[in-house]
């Protein structure tokens, strides 16, 4: 069993910068990445970080503007998201490989979840 827990959201005008933060307890092995989900619309993954080796990977709507980074000492991951976009508005997610009924994205299936932090991009 692995809990996350994130943090961070917010309002922001469109070009402007926010970061998301996710504690995880057992910070273990694994994947750790961040989902979204607008209203009306499926979840879909945005970047995901291996804790082992530190290898990144991240939707192509985010590359260059979304960096996903990790604290191993503080358990914590990062999403520092730049140059925002009304479409980036959403419910953000912190997620972890493992559990149950697994969503698959870039190589990783994740099954924790966090309770989500929204994310309001708007002039």
């Known amino acids: 069993q692995v809990h996350v827990a994130e943090s961070g959201g917010g309002s922001v005008q469109p070009g402007g910068s926010l970061r998301l933060s996710c504690k995880a307890s057992?910070?273990?092995?694994?994947?750790l990445g961040w989902f979204r989900q607008a209203p009306g619309k499926e979840r879909q993954g945005v970047a995901h970080i291996s804790t082992d080796g530190g290898s990144t990977y991240y939707r192509d709507s985010v590359k260059g503007r979304f960096t996903i980074s990790q604290d191993k000492s503080k358990n914590m991951i990062y999403l520092q998201m730049n140059d925002l976009k009304s479409e980036d508005t959403a419910m953000y997610y912190c997620?972890?490989?493992?559990?149950?009924?697994?969503?698959?994205?870039?190589?990783?299936?994740?099954?924790?979840w966090g309770q989500g932090t929204q994310v309001t991009v708007s002039s």
């Open positions: 997620a972890a490989t493992g559990g149950l009924d697994r969503t698959a994205f870039g190589g990783c299936y994740f099954g924790y």
């Open positions: 057992p910070y273990v092995s694994a994947c």
